[in-house]
């Protein structure tokens, strides 16, 4: 038997180093960009790195006189099968990136940025009966919901002074940096608890909001401001149309797990979820009336200071998927013709059944203060504020409401 040479398996590693050096330092350093950027899928990763430890273990192999020329061949056939599986791998996991998704987290919220330019900011017919002056807009700082955005941007536009509030501000020079953020529903309750926004813009809190306020010594005060439908939505190709609330309930807690259970196809059902505490996971909790939930699907992803890590997975547009959202932001902020709402109990979501209360989830969306427990409601202290949240109750503030696409409360 021939003795494995450890002098060539080294010579075969340096030379294997050297050329992956030169063959591949374009490769590498497109791949170091991607992961600085953290956008790199894992599915990449996995086959890169397949690749190239099939190809180093061959060439140490090759190199060495360890194998005949049987061997030699098994080997190359081995390399070959590598690069192709990683190959049918890869391209996997592009066709799997290249389905539709619905994710408010990658919305492109400057174009609702008040008295920007070309803003797509709802507006009033003419000047707004109330007013504020720069020492009242400093004071009062806003936040919520990436949903409800566009609503709270248009409050602004009629009633702070005219100026540039970027959504992010760092590095900006704006004397309004700062005032107006929208850091989702999660990390504005945890805003607002720590006192950091003055109101913010969001449907009802979870369980864990809740008991996070309490804990923080502070209590939440709901002021209604609009109605909204909270919906349930699958491929066009999916050929149910509509499910009862049980049914909801039965998919979201595993007892149906097949379309054909509920008259479509012979599929198996993707249930889609949302992080916890965000506003639409939250509205799906309360529907479940204490049902366990069954663990959301995950995604990986490559971020450069978490590395490989895992979310939950944002709504991808498979024939199969069943996914949720507020009807707003499925219909008017991420508009795909690829998706279809789905009917409950009989009921489209409209502005009409959301108004009248014959859409089965219809739920009010609120403007929220917080003051320390004991405390009176902010409202009553604070002349501005209750003077802010009267005008959105009022007329004016209901108009923008319904402009920027939500149904509007009664006014009276």
């Known amino acids: ?193 720590r006192r950091e926004a003055d109101v913010i813009f969001a449907a009802a809190p979870s369980a864990d909001q809740l008991a996070q306020a309490e804990e923080a010594g502070m209590e939440l005060y709901f002021t209604p401001i609009g109605q909204e439908a909270f919906v349930f939505f699958v491929n066009t190709r999916n050929p149910v149309t509509g499910l009862t609330v049980e049914e909801i309930r039965g998919i979201y807690s595993g007892s149906i797990t097949n379309w054909s259970q509920v008259g479509g196809e012979n599929r198996s059902i993707r249930p889609f979820q949302r992080a916890a505490n965000s506003g639409s996971q939250s509205a799906l909790e309360r529907l479940m009336d204490g049902l366990p939930l069954l663990e959301p699907e995950q995604e990986d992803r490559i971020s450069a200071m978490d590395g490989i890590i895992q979310q939950v997975a944002s709504y991808r547009n498979y024939q199969n998927a069943i996914g949720f959202s507020f009807r707003y932001y499925a219909t008017e902020m991420v508009t795909s013709e690829e998706i279809r709402l789905l009917a409950l109990d009989g009921v489209v979501p409209t502005p009409e059944t959301i108004r009248d209360g014959t859409y089965p989830l219809s739920s009010c969306f609120y403007a929220v203060t917080a003051a320390p427990a004991g405390l009176p409601d902010p409202r009553e202290t604070d002349p501005e504020l209750d003077a802010f949240l009267d005008w959105i109750c009022g007329p004016e503030g209901q108009l923008l409401v319904a402009r920027t696409g939500y149904v509007s409360l009664p006014v009276g």
């Open 1 to 193: 038997m021939m003795r494995f040479d450890w002098k060539k398996a080294l010579r075969a590693v340096a030379m294997a180093a050297v050329l992956m050096a030169v063959l591949g330092g374009l490769g590498w350093f497109l791949f170091l960009i991607i992961l600085l950027t953290g956008v790199l899928p894992v599915y990449a990763v996995w086959a890169l790195a397949a690749v190239y430890a099939a190809g180093l273990l061959a060439l140490i192999l090759l190199n060495s006189d360890y194998l005949g020329p049987r061997g030699r061949r098994a080997v190359g056939r081995c390399m070959l099968c590598v690069c192709a599986g990683a190959a049918i791998y890869a391209a996997w996991g592009a066709w799997n990136d290249s389905i539709p998704t619905l994710d408010d987290r990658s919305l492109l919220l400057e174009q609702y940025e008040p008295f920007a330019e070309n803003t797509l900011a709802a507006r009033l017919d003419g000047p707004a009966s109330l007013r504020f002056d720069d020492f009242t807009v400093r004071r009062l700082k806003l936040d919520g919901a990436t949903a409800l955005y566009p609503v709270y941007a248009a409050f602004v536009q009629a009633v702070y002074p005219e100026g540039d509030y970027p959504l992010y501000s760092a590095g900006s020079d704006s004397p309004y940096a700062g005032i107006v953020r929208c850091t989702n529903t999660v990390n504005a309750y945890d805003r607002l608890v």
